[in-house]
């Protein structure tokens, strides 16, 4: 019995890491093909298991998928921590830099985010998206309210498209800073994508101030 009871804890941290590689696998297949073309066998592949293992820690691919989104919303969330009791415009200002950090560091992880915004090829899908995502875009759309309350934006701007400056701004440059820099590096140094991220959000910020 003694002998069970030190091999649970071992046991334990087995499954969690087949379960952590599972969702890695899924992260990047999702967002290379996004939900509908994705395969289960091709995500156990890459997870170094077998597809009955996969569907033993999620048991459909919805059920995976949307683990997998909402574990991307955790680390955008864990992002978003903290900045939401400062200035409501210096927080969504600092909630940008530090995504497109995120995003630099975890490319997977981004070309999954937009991939699944952006994809539309399957209800189910979509239904997850929205519903995750959701949750993310409703706490953004507090802050900008609650910057317009404070008279730090201008009521004549949409909260909602306050809410989505990051993420425009960031998926922009994610996907066209390489372009960008082949036209012309000197204005778009290959090192400075975050740089330059930063200065256009700041620009769309400081246009919907009060009293612009």
């Not at 995750?132 to 802050?143: E, I, K, N, P, T």
Request: glycine fraction near 6%; hydrophobic fraction near 50%.
């Amino acid at each position: 019995m003694g002998r069970d009871l030190t091999d649970r804890p071992v046991r334990r941290r087995a499954v969690a890491g087949a379960a952590d590689a599972i969702l890695d696998a899924a992260e990047r297949v999702f967002g290379k093909r996004g939900y509908h073309a994705a395969s289960v066998r091709e995500i156990a592949a890459q997870a170094g298991v077998s597809k009955a293992a996969v569907f033993h820690h999620f048991p459909t691919k919805a059920a995976l998928y949307r683990a997998v989104l909402e574990r991307a919303c955790e680390e955008l969330a864990t992002v978003l921590e903290g900045e939401e009791a400062r200035d409501p415009v210096q927080a969504i200002a600092r909630y940008q830099q530090a995504e497109m950090a995120l995003m630099r560091r975890r490319a997977a992880l981004a070309r999954l985010v937009l991939r699944a915004m952006a994809d539309g090829d399957e209800e189910t899908g979509r239904a997850i998206v929205a519903e995750v995502f959701g949750r993310f875009f409703a706490r953004m759309r507090a802050l900008a309210e609650r910057a317009q309350q404070e008279r730090k934006l201008a009521a004549w701007v949409a909260p909602e498209l306050v809410a989505l400056v990051p993420a425009m701004v960031n998926s922009f440059f994610f996907l066209s800073y390489p372009a960008l820099s082949r036209v012309d590096e000197k204005a778009f140094p290959p090192e400075g994508i975050e740089e330059k991220a930063v200065c256009m959000c700041a620009l769309i910020l400081e246009g919907w101030k009060e009293g612009r």
